[in-house]
């Protein structure tokens, strides 16, 4: 009989917790032989099955395990209790100021701490959002709405029309701006999808997440959320862009568009750059500001006419190019009646020599076949050596400087639409959302702001 749980504990570390009649919230006393550790009891995940370490919050924000032993003392210094809420206080909003509305999504960024326990729990009413940051309450007239509560790594192509489609009837409805809170994970696909698939855009869309948790000292929740706020009341602009951390402080986010951004670090605050591209603008939260650095290509203007185009083809796969890559993954991929392969080949856009009869055939079964390169930076060139102006014969499209994963998402787009080769090449090749650079003429590695 399998063992029941005490808030994630099991074991030995179950039974001395029990023993004190500790619970979550409760301040414990944890003593290992010369070291000693306090703080509020945490519950455990149970991936960690029977590890015998105890999870506590710190004074400090921090959540560490230590270790438990047949000698370890834990000791209850504290019980939880429940404060009273107090009366809570009419909401007053300025009227006057743009309204902006936050579609969560799910992810880091929409949880805040509870204070009584130390976890960290969803904070998706407007109620809840200004009362934990109160300062945005001077940039918008702000609302919230869920429409979704997944992990990051859980988003799919279905979602993105759902977001589209939340998206597009609140910029009907008139409201100046739209905040996306969105899981860092996954949101330069979802910034692409909603660049291509609301044509026409009045005012911004803005998707924001964090990097770290609101109950980490460290955490870039507010800082964030603001600066998306801002963009998203102010900003001259109408394009789908992610707002977050422009360097490891707090002097200053980064709006990058759409179709041009990539997480590039797992957990740096400023894990965000624009690729083949400068950001399209600085955002200085403290200062109410906003520094426009690069081309806008749809400006504000709430007299446009929003067209909603969010279909988007499933059977699309991104595949990176590897040294020995089977063919048999490509004909797998034609047998299982895929319409689109994004191709992540090596430097100008290449392929393995043997690979290149089994993408003919994807082209002559009708699969539409596109090249990216997985340098990130610069563009392909097919034209330079035999191998690239092989697979160029065999029918494959070239991706110019897309990212990888803007040119999966943009032919998901297409595909969605037409079916027609020769329709799709001519999309693929056109600079719809700014997703192509024809002239790179950008600094790699810029530092801002300038």
Known sequence: ?????????????????????????DR?????????????????????????????????????????????????????????PAPSKPLVQKSDLPRVIMLSTGGTIVSKVDYE???????????????WIPEIANIAYVEAKEILRIFSEDMAPRLWSKI??????????????IVIAHGTDTMGYTAAALAFAIRNKRVPIVLVG??????????????NLTAAFLTAAKAPFAESVVVMHGETGDAYALAHRGTKVRK???????????????PLAIVYPREGKIKVVNKIIEHRDKSKEPILKNRFDEKVILLKVYPGIDPEIIE?????????????????????????????????????????????????????????????????????DML???????????????????????????????????????????????
């Open 1 to 25: 009989m399998q063992e029941i749980d005490y808030y994630g504990y099991r074991g030995l570390v179950k039974e001395k917790l029990m023993k004190i009649n500790a619970r979550v919230g």
């Open 28 to 84: 414990i006393r944890v003593v290992n032989v010369d070291k000693v550790f306090e703080g509020r009891l945490m519950p455990r995940e149970a991936l960690y099955g029977d590890r015998p370490f105890v999870v506590i919050k710190l004074d400090n924000g921090y959540n560490i395990g230590v270790r438990v032993t047949d000698t370890t003392i834990i000791e209850k210094i504290g019980s939880f209790e429940k404060a009273v």
């Open 117 to 131: 326990t130390g976890a960290v729990k969803p904070a998706l009413s407007t109620e809840e959002l200004l009362e």
């Open 164 to 177: 589209a489609e939340e998206a597009y009837k609140h910029m009907i409805d008139g409201y100046d701006g």
């Open 210 to 223: 964090a990097q770290r948790s609101s109950d980490r000292p460290s955490t870039d929740s507010a800082f």
């Open 264 to 278: 590039m670090h797992t957990s740096r605050r400023d894990a965000f750059q624009s690729i083949n591209e400068r």
């Open 332 to 400: 797998v991929l034609i047998d299982k009646g895929y319409h689109g392969i994004v191709l992540e080949g090596t430097g100008l856009g290449h392929t393995p020599q043997w690979l290149i009869p089994t993408i003919k055939r994807a082209v002559e079964e009708g699969i539409a076949v596109v090249m990216t390169s997985q340098c990130l930076f610069g563009r392909i060139d097919m034209y330079v050596y035999s191998t690239g102006r092989k697979l160029l014969t065999a029918g494959v499209i070239p991706g110019e």
């Open 404 to 450: 990888p994963e803007t040119a999966y998402v943009k032919l998901s787009w297409i595909l969605g639409y037409t079916r027609d080769l020769k329709e799709v090449r001519k999309l693929m090749l056109s600079n719809i959302a700014g997703e192509i650079n024809y002239r790179l003429t950008v600094n790699l590695y810029p530092r801002w702001p300038l």
